[in-house]
């Protein structure tokens, strides 16, 4: 089954957390995995979903105030976490290595790690996705021998209505795999994830190279998230 993850960002404000579970129950599965704000996140264990973290300290237990640890992350119940968002490049410049950091504090401790890559609207114009994927790909797996989950984000789609064709996504996501094969010696999955919807989930699941989608404000909102795990796992 291809893995649906839930970004959550700051969408929720706690309120609206009983309901939006409440609905969720029946299509809880296995292959969902929800990423709430850390201060939310004990609200989500213990369903049939798996659970993430949004980020994670490069660092372990230190004096790093507003921080968290992958180990802390891990002694909580959590399975996964997110890396390298670009949300996260942008506003609180994260490096390619510290997003390394990241992934090696996150498989020390076990947590499945979804590594985000992906191109601004210039680099896109001026034709470097694929070296811009190349870069982050290589530096933020340097060193890493484990199984690491893809999340390509086309940045340059960020408060648009486009949506990338499928050809487009099905050549960059061939692209992504065939490098990490280069890096990694293994085979990995990659995660569709920009402007998801009830609207493009059933165009985009038709791409039979993608394992799945990291969805972002779609998720917040309850009846479209359902809409689209339906599609997704042929509900």
């Keep these: 089954m291809k893995l649906i993850v839930s970004n959550l960002k700051m969408y929720q404000s706690g309120l609206e957390i009983k309901n939006y579970l409440d609905l969720l129950k029946p299509y809880e599965s296995e292959n969902i995995v929800i990423c709430p704000s850390l201060i939310h996140v004990p609200y989500f264990l213990g369903h049939k979903f798996k659970v993430g973290l949004q980020n994670i300290s490069f660092r372990e237990l230190e004096n790093q105030t507003g921080e968290v640890s992958a180990l802390q992350g891990k002694n909580l119940g959590v399975t996964y976490t997110i ?6 490049r942008n506003y609180f410049k994260v490096t390619n290595s510290e997003v390394n950091l990241k992934i090696k504090q996150a498989l020390k401790n076990s947590l499945k790690v979804i590594l985000c890559v992906g191109d601004s609207a210039s680099e896109k114009r001026n034709n470097l996705t694929e070296d811009i994927l190349r870069k982050q790909l290589y530096e933020c797996l340097n ?3 484990e199984e690491v989950i893809i999340a390509y984000e086309p940045i340059w789609l960020v408060g648009t209505n486009m949506t990338p064709t499928n ?11 065939d490098e990490c ?4 010696n293994k085979n990995v999955k990659v995660l569709y994830g920009g402007n998801i919807t009830p609207e493009t989930i059933e165009k985009l699941n038709q791409i039979t190279n993608i394992d799945g989608y990291l969805i972002g404000l779609s998720s917040s909102k309850i009846y479209d998230f359902i809409e689209i795990i339906k599609v997704v796992n042929k509900m």
């Design 83 to 88: 890396v390298g968002h670009h949300e996260r």
């Design 143 to 145: 060193g890493i021998t």
């Design 167 to 177: 050809e487009e996504i099905e050549h960059i996501t061939k692209f992504i795999k």
């Design 181 to 184: 094969l280069k890096i990694l």
